[in-house]
């Protein structure tokens, strides 16, 4: 898998999938999950509310991914995950390793060869940039050692120079 990093806006890059740092609603908010409603049109909140209505009576749960089409966007689909809110007490790396993992068992159902991710939990959610960074990196690694050529490329589309550093400093650490 070939994995980069990039600084740049999720919502114009040309992948078959991105991942959505969702709340667990799924019905849009701040941040990413805002822009990538904004980006994608209606069609993604009436899809959202399909999920809700049909499959997700209660909300995605933290850690779990599910996918919508992308409508709008250059991606030809949405992976919308939930990460750890550490405000809320979620302070469970492994919940936000699973982010990255189930987002990449999605796209590969999906048969999805590029994915990008955004950085996770690392905006109103509290968690700290570089931790973010370690353990997106490691769980994108360690899923692709369990199942090689499932996907071809991974993108981290970081929207600011100061998440960029923390993912470049972690890649560079491992």
């Known amino acids: 898998m070939q994995l980069t990093l990039e600084r740049g ?3 114009t890059v ?37 999920l809700r209505r049909s499959t997700l009576p209660d909300g995605l ?17 949405v992976i919308h995950t939930v990460g750890p809110n550490r405000h809320a007490g979620e ?19 999906l048969r999805a060869r590029t994915v990008a991710f955004p950085a996770v ?19 994108v690694r360690s899923w692709d050692e369990a199942n090689p050529a499932a996907v071809d490329e991974v993108r981290f589309v970081l929207f600011n120079d100061s998440l960029l550093t923390s993912f470049q400093q972690a890649l560079a650490a491992v």
């Open 61 to 77: 749960p933290v850690g779990e991914a599910v996918a919508t089409p992308g409508f709008d966007l250059p991606a030809a689909w």
């Open 91 to 109: 302070t469970d790396p492994g919940l936000l390793s699973s982010c990255f993992t189930r987002s990449l068992d999605v796209a590969a159902d």
């Open 121 to 139: 939990s690392a905006g109103v959610y509290g968690w700290a940039p570089d931790d973010v960074a370690r353990i997106a990196l490691e769980a």
């Open 14 to 50: 040309a992948t078959d999938a991105i991942v959505n740092a969702a709340n667990s609603s799924l019905l849009g908010g701040g941040g990413v999950d805002g822009a990538i409603h904004a980006a994608a049109g209606p069609r993604l909140l009436e899809a959202c509310r399909e």
């Open 9 to 11: 806006d999720i919502t």
